[in-house]
């Protein structure tokens, strides 16, 4: 495994961590709200005071000086220990909340809502991708093994799918549906959607290695002792697939996760309160915010760094998005 590969794979472990267990690293719920604390800064943790000396973890709590500006200044007189307790309510000191990526407009952790928020965006762009990789394993094995007449048809059908431009299939089928859901229905909708969109990736390329491979001496063999088409498939054909599987996996899942920011962005998959990563760009978007609030654009980083381990990990970069434009 090349360094850039196993950069990739320590960056997606981390993050699969940070999705999985995210409720343990949050020192807030995501959608509690601390009212004196709307657009706070983020907040430095401390190991030494001013004297140089170990106290152990701490913050500064933040002293709101003037409302209208949203300019707050470190109270220095008051230095709190942090405890880490594994529960939520144990790691808010009664001197003030610690806000280590800052808060929003309505002064919510933005640090437990990216980490709370990971588990819907990336679990909506793994339920996509392999939704996507089972539906397109299926119809490519189909369609190389049969050949002829279903394979210009289900192919041709990839094909149409492929010259549309991706993003705007997405958002069309998402549109045709409810815009008001429930957030596990959401949830499914969006999982479906971006099945629907990126079957044809793996179709295409598990038809082209099936296709190979049923011309192959132990194809031919397993069908001269009267073997099950079936079986052919199931246990000789398709596992000279998984290389292909994997490699599309790794290209499907980046392009799904943007897919799942750009829907939430424009209104057509989450919406508030829930602390999906492209909801939370919808406020980082508004006029200002750079300037301002820079650590609003913290779920920006999310996905960057998201899509970034993913890209490092396949070696090479996606030429199978669902955001790229295909109508060419």
């Not at 196993?6 to 509690?32: I, K, N």
């Not at 973890?57 to 109270?75: G, Q, S, T």
């Not at 942090?82 to 001197?95: K, N, Q, V």
């Not at 079957?199 to 031919?220: H, I, L």
Request: proline fraction near 7%; glycine fraction near 10%; charged fraction near 15%.
């Amino acid at each position: 495994m090349t360094a850039s590969r196993r950069a990739g794979a320590a960056l997606l472990a981390m993050v699969g961590l940070v999705a999985l267990g995210g409720s343990l690293f949050a020192p807030h719920d995501p959608g509690q709200q601390f009212a004196d604390f709307s657009y706070a800064p983020p907040m430095a943790l401390h190991l030494f005071d001013e004297a140089g000396q170990w106290r152990g973890p701490f913050f500064y709590p933040l002293r709101l000086v003037n409302r209208l500006e949203h300019r707050f200044e470190e109270d220095r007189s008051r230095p709190t220990r942090l405890r880490w307790t594994g529960t939520r309510r144990g790691r808010t000191s009664p001197e003030g909340p610690w806000l280590p990526l800052g808060a929003d407009a309505l002064g919510r952790d933005i640090w437990a809502r990216v980490l709370l928020g990971a588990r819907l965006s990336l679990g909506v762009a793994v339920a996509g991708a392999v939704a996507a990789l089972l539906l397109g394993a299926a119809v490519g094995a189909i369609a190389g093994f049969n050949g002829g007449r279903v394979d210009e048809v289900l192919m041709g059908a990839a094909s149409l799918v492929l010259v549309l431009p991706a993003i705007y299939v997405v958002i069309v089928l998402r549109a045709a549906m409810p815009l008001v859901l429930s957030p596990s229905r959401v949830f499914w909708t969006l999982a479906g959607v971006l099945a629907a969109a990126g079957w044809p990736y793996p179709a295409r390329s598990v038809r082209a290695v099936v296709a190979r491979e049923r011309a192959r001496e132990y194809a031919e063999a397993a069908r001269a002792l009267g073997a099950d088409p079936s079986r052919i498939l199931l246990r000789h054909l398709l596992p000279a697939t998984r290389q292909h599987l994997g490699v599309q996996l790794t290209l499907l899942l980046p392009a799904c996760i943007l897919a799942e920011a750009t829907l939430s962005f424009v209104g057509f998959g989450f919406a508030e309160p829930a602390p999906s990563w492209g909801v939370m760009l919808q406020e980082a978007a508004q006029a200002g915010a750079l300037a301002d609030a820079p650590w609003r654009l913290a779920p920006a980083a999310a996905i960057v760094i998201s899509v970034l381990s993913l890209h490092l990990l396949a070696g090479r970069p996606s030429s199978a998005g669902l955001v790229q434009d295909k109508s060419t």
